[in-house]
């Protein structure tokens, strides 16, 4: 699956869904019967207290391992009733092999059981509790049984296994499901865990007038009145994490290329907006790209995308059933060159995963780096094959280097492999490490053993495992075999240890000649060195603070090509012999094309020489992308003042045309400015500031792309009075960045103003709210509304985040940013404490990434010494915060502790 905030930080402007009236609280665990366990059912006295154990809460690991030695052959006969509003009727016949004599247990924690039954008699009541079915060992057969449930499931806008969105424009409602990491078992009784694999029938009985998705193709089609029950062919073997369908009366569209044909569907009142030629040809061509490099057909019978309406992830890799964000997909206002490679981006990792996820699936969620890893780093190779032009590995930097170093370099940092006792904590494994290092990593490892081994590696592992389930282990194994390299050490180093190195560039030049080059490195994280704690208990876990890797240090001259160096890094400090004798460079850069891992620390005359105007005369886009990284990494590193920072940037953006570059620049202006620099220093710099922002977005001799990016960027930056009278007017303005002001970003300009406290901002809202009457207009609307600046519109906010069970959660997710607007500080930081204290809350009710935008928010809307003490004492009057709390917060709390430094420094 493809994670909600990808693609970059200004995601308040582009994402949209729709209003979904009377919203759940979300799910609170349907205990079925609530009566105890009784005792006689567990078939064995002796094996009472570990079948006990195993019926706990939630799916445990001890419980899917027994399972996973214990049971083979499961099939799912899944028939559902979904023409109700608010609940589906389902029947399901679970058949399966057995090859011990204990109790079989099964998850389901939907709304109610209503018969149960194995082998032909009736399970009795009480069997069904904590989530789990009890089918005691005296109803079970020796080798094949069948047992049959007849159950309802909800079905809600969110907190259900089935969501339903409903379109206010024209009353329709869709509905689709979401299962992943473990919501099989809200919908239907079933063994919900990766590695046990089912092939699965299912059978929906919908209204006439809708139309259904699934993960196998229909078969046959009845119709009965005013329903119509669709069966569709049973599927190859699949986990349940993976089981889905979408129904509603969708606007489809087909393509066939090469007998492959692929039906797209979309709700009918986006259809017109929705480019559906675009996005069938470019599935098609990410399919012949992966069928290509993994030298497999596509390995399920059949592929159709479905753009799912207020879809709370990116992308989601169903076998046969893709499902896409459709805000992400279909754009409000012309696209900017990094938006369209991120939809790309996501359509070749959601592909990616039809072979790595879906035909080889991770046997448990502690190995969820594999397949998001995978998918991700697939995508940027088959980007750069398909579209030389896109850049592709530059796109790759850009997209995952920074976001991974910005969580792999502090105290709550994880493995990539990290532990899971309970199928639900899965949630907590989502972030940075698995999405953005994990790709990373896998750029490391092709680099150390080359394509031809990695690609045959990978080739081995999807034949030896298809259909099945595999770790990271296997994976190792299976390159290092192709590659005649043993891999343990990378395995230690990448996969078992958390945290990354810090490599510090060290240069002697003696005589106009290099006379030494070192590589030092430590491990980012001081607190990991000491091994404080066992949260911190990350890179000196073996007593090896240092990480072997491959790169390639660059000498760069203005009057020559570089001189490039493939360089191992091992031990401490790396002597770099073979760059002894060469004319001293303008600068060195020791991780040129971004293979190594690692945040790099300059040598102080390259940063001297960068500073001085050699970034301009760097041609290569790539480089200077990892170039300004390097900048920022000083910045936040405290070995550049963020003054210094903001003037370079100004003096280089007028010359930087890169559209995927300048965005990047400009946020990293943006944190410098409002959140780094002191008062006085921003007051000082703050008219040059919007001078250089108002010319990039009036130059006309710049891309359209380039000039939207300063537009963004002017209307998060401007403060004085001419800066805001500038904002207020380009609301009346007929073109900005020579396109057409559409209301993403009239919006955007809007919440700013009312950020801003200016004169109008009050009556532009009122205005704005009246021209966009959308769906999206009435989200934006609320998400503006978070930006007034009075303290009872932030209790009021504040107050509706938990209590107002109507509130859409992508409406709260959008407002948090205005909410914590840098301006509103002392406003907000009352609620710095009440966030913290709500973490737990979050966890259990609100989806995946949810709790991370929440700490983001709060967190980097304060930059006082105070607000970083609400944290500390926080975590120090929670010692029993569960492990996952508390590394998110020492995640998110890394930023707060580096600005508040910055500005004492400043
Ligand atoms: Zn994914």
Redo the contacts with the bound molecule.
């Keep these: ?2 994670s909600f905030s990808e693609d970059g930080e200004r995601t308040q402007g582009t994402q949209k869904t729709e209003r979904t009236e009377n919203t759940r609280k979300s799910p609170i665990v349907t205990l079925l019967l609530a009566a105890a366990l009784p005792l006689t059912m567990v078939a064995q006295t002796g094996a009472r207290d570990s079948t006990t154990a195993l019926l706990s809460r939630g799916v445990s690991q001890a419980l899917a391992r027994h399972r996973a030695v214990t049971i083979r052959h499961v099939h799912y006969q899944l028939a559902l009733d979904i023409t109700g509003l608010d609940s589906a009727v389902g029947r399901v016949s679970v058949s399966f092999h057995r090859s011990d004599s204990s109790d079989v247990i099964l998850d389901f924690r939907g709304r109610r059981l209503t018969r149960a039954v194995a082998n032909g008699h009736v399970i009795p009541a009480g069997a069904a509790a904590n989530g789990h079915i009890l089918v005691p060992a005296r109803l079970l057969l020796a080798g094949d049984n069948l047992l049959a449930f007849d159950f309802v499931a909800d079905i809600a806008p969110t907190g259900a296994s089935i969501i339903r969105a409903h379109d206010p424009t024209d009353g329709s409602d869709y509905l689709y499901t979401l299962l992943v990491p473990s919501d099989a078992n809200q919908l239907f009784p079933c063994f919900d865990q990766p590695d046990l694999k089912a092939r699965v029938r299912l059978t929906l009985t919908a209204p006439a007038a809708w139309s259904v998705v699934g993960n196998g193709s229909a078969a046959s089609v009845d119709s009965a009145g005013r329903s119509i029950t669709t069966r569709f062919a049973e599927t190859r073997p699949i986990s349940t994490y993976l089981i889905a369908f979408a129904a509603g009366p969708w606007h489809h569209a087909s393509t066939t290329h090469h007998g492959r044909t692929i039906t797209a569907y979309v709700r009918r009142s986006r259809a017109a907006e929705a480019d559906l030629d675009t996005l069938l040809a470019l599935n098609q061509r990410a399919l012949d790209w992966m069928e290509g490099y993994f030298g497999r057909a596509f390995p399920f019978e059949k592929f159709d995308f479905v753009l799912a309406p207020a879809f709370p992830f990116g ?1 989601m ?1 169903h076998p046969g059933a893709v499902f896409y964000n459709e805000d992400r997909f279909i754009f409000r206002e012309r696209p900017t060159l990094p938006q369209r490679l991120a939809r790309f981006s996501t359509i070749l ?2 592909v990616a ?1 039809q072979w790595f ?1 879906d035909l080889v699936t991770m046997r448990w969620f502690d190995d969820l780096w594999l ?2 890893g995978f ?2 780093f697939m995508a940027a190779k088959a980007l750069a094959d398909i579209d030389p032009t896109a850049d592709a590995w530059k796109t790759f930097y850009l997209g995952n280097k920074p976001q991974a170093y910005a969580v792999d370099q502090t105290a709550g940092t994880r493995p990539l492999w990290q532990e899971l006792s309970n199928l639900d904590q899965a949630k907590s494994n989502y972030g940075a490490i698995v999405y953005n290092k994990a790709p990373s990593v896998l750029k490391q490892l092709e680099y150390l053993v080359g394509d031809g081994a990695f690609r045959g590696g990978v080739r081995r592992f999807l034949e030896r495992y298809a259909y099945a389930n595999a770790t990271w282990r296997d994976l190792l194994g299976a390159i290092g075999q192709a590659s005649g390299k043993p891999l343990s050490g990378f395995g230690r180093e990448f996969m078992l240890r958390a945290g990354m190195p810090v490599v510090e560039q060290r240069l002697d030049v003696s005589a106009g000649r290099i006379a030494r080059l070192e590589l030092e490195q430590r491990p980012a994280n001081r607190a990991c060195e000491s091994a404080v704690n066992e949260v911190a208990r990350c890179a000196q876990s073996d007593n090896r603070p240092t990480w072997t890797e491959r790169t390639e240090v660059l000498l760069a001259y203005h009057d020559r090509s570089p001189v490039r160096i493939p360089v191992e890094l091992r031990g401490r400090v790396t002597d770099v012999t073979a760059a002894r004798g060469w004319r001293a460079p303008d600068f060195v850069f020791a991780n040129a094309r971004d293979y190594g891992y690692y945040l790099l620390l300059l040598d102080s005359t390259s940063l001297h020489a960068l500073e001085r105007g050699a970034l301009h005369g760097v041609g290569d886009s790539f480089l200077r992308a990892m170039l300004w990284g390097a900048l920022w990494d000083q910045v936040r590193g405290y070995r550049m003042r963020p003054d210094r920072f903001v003037e370079l940037a100004l003096r280089e953006l007028p010359r930087e045309t890169d559209e995927q570059i300048v965005p990047v620049m400009l946020t990293r202006l943006e944190r410098a400015v409002a959140a780094y620099l002191i008062p006085g220093a921003r007051k000082r710099i703050q008219p040059e500031v919007e001078r250089v922002l108002w010319e990039g977005v009036g130059d006309t001799a710049r891309s359209y792309g380039v000039r939207k990016a300063y537009v963004d960027a002017f209307i998060g930056l401007a403060t004085t009075a001419e800066g805001i009278a500038r904002l207020d007017r380009l609301l009346s303005a007929d073109s900005v960045a020579g396109e057409p002001l559409r209301d993403p970003t009239r919006w955007d300009i809007v919440t700013r103003l009312l950020e801003l406290n200016a004169p109008e901002a009050s009556v532009r809202l009122a205005q704005q709210s009246e021209r966009d009457t959308t769906a999206d207009g009435r989200r934006l609307r609320f998400i503006a509304g978070a930006g007034q600046a009075t303290a009872a519109i932030k209790r009021s906010y504040f107050t509706r985040y938990f209590s107002d069970s109507s509130l859409n959660e992508d409406w709260a997710t959008g407002s948090l940013g205005p909410f914590n607007a840098l301006e509103h500080e002392t406003l907000t930081f009352p609620y710095l404490a009440p966030a913290l204290d709500s973490l737990p809350f979050i966890q259990a009710n609100r989806r995946i990434f949810f709790l991370e935008t929440w700490l983001a928010a709060f967190l980097r809307g304060q930059t006082s010494d105070s607000a970083l003490g609400v944290v500390r004492r926080y975590l120090d009057e929670h010692p029993h915060l569960p492990q996952d709390l508390r590394r998110k917060v020492l995640q998110h709390m890394d930023e707060l502790e580096r600005t508040v430094r910055i500005r004492t420094a400043d």
């Design positions: 699956m493809a992308g890799e990792h959601e995963h996820g397949k998001e998918a991700t």
